[in-house]
Nanobody, 123 residues
């Protein structure tokens, strides 16, 4: 199976920065899309940014120019650099990956989620 482990959340003042990391492990053959979602209290989970293997990233309008997503394919890791943070960025951030993995001699493709990491932007 596959696991996603996130790190890097915390409390930061408005205007500050944080860097989130998400490492995938397991019998991974390849990872197509990796992305970050946010879920604020009482709201639905929403896409923040996503990046395809070898492709260009895409961002939610609310974070364009402030957040940067990147990935290290050799490490099966995706990062989210968050700058100029605002109180409205406060949420639990979840990593997501579209993974092809091995079980025995067969390959399977499935969608995985991390456990979530809290980001709080407050003075």
């Amino acid at each position: 199976q596959v696991q996603l482990v996130e790190s890097g959340g915390g409390l930061v003042q408005p205007g500050g920065s944080l860097r989130l990391s998400c490492a995938a492990s397991g019998s991974i053959v390849s990872i197509n899309v990796m992305g970050w979602y946010q879920q604020a209290p009482g709201k639905q989970r929403e896409l923040v940014a996503a990046i395809r293997s070898g492709g260009s990233p895409n961002y939610a309008d609310s974070v364009k120019g402030r957040f940067t997503i990147s990935r290290d394919n050799a490490k099966n890791t995706v990062y989210l650099q968050m700058n100029s943070l605002k109180p409205e960025d406060t949420a639990v951030y979840y990593c997501n990956a579209d993974v092809t993995y091995l079980r025995g001699i067969y390959g399977y493709r499935s969608d995985y989620w991390g456990q979530g990491t809290q980001v709080t932007v407050s003075s």
